[in-house]
């Protein structure tokens, strides 16, 4: 089970953290990714981690901005947010994909949070 937290309100030029806590049982090896979903727009990939290695992978849109990490010992993925822009706006959720590939498709991730809402403001 995933459970993403952190997000709120914020002006341009802000920062956010969200977070994604797993759960009960995990494979040997997997990755997580953060996709989000603007109003009327389709899920976009934004980051990944490789688990295992802490092997990073960005989405153009938000590379230098955004920097995602892990904790191993809460078993939490971290997506560090800057310079936020009103384009960011969106419900940002994070997936699990069993295996040690990342992926940019959403559909080709195994487990999905409840995604948690970011509003970012002019």
């Known amino acids: 089970q995933l459970q993403a937290s952190g997000g709120g309100s914020v002006q341009a030029g802000g920062s956010l953290r969200l977070s994604c806590a797993a759960s009960?049982?995990?494979?040997?090896?997997?990755?997580v990714d953060w996709f989000r979903q603007a109003p009327g727009k389709e899920r976009e990939f934004v980051a990944a981690?490789?688990?295992?290695?802490?092997?990073?992978y960005y989405a153009d849109s938000v590379k230098g901005r955004v920097s995602i990490s892990r904790d191993s010992a809460k078993n939490t993925v971290y997506l560090q947010m800057n310079s936020l822009k009103p384009e960011d706006t969106a419900v940002y959720f994070c997936?699990?994909?069993?295996?040690?590939?990342?992926?940019?498709?959403?559909?080709?991730?195994?487990?999905w949070g409840a995604g948690t809402l970011v509003t970012v403001s002019s």
């Open positions: 997936a699990y994909r069993i295996g040690n590939i990342i992926t940019t498709m959403a559909n080709l991730m195994n487990y």
């Open positions: 981690i490789k688990w295992n290695d802490g092997n990073t």
């Open positions: 009960g049982r995990t494979a040997g090896s997997y990755t």
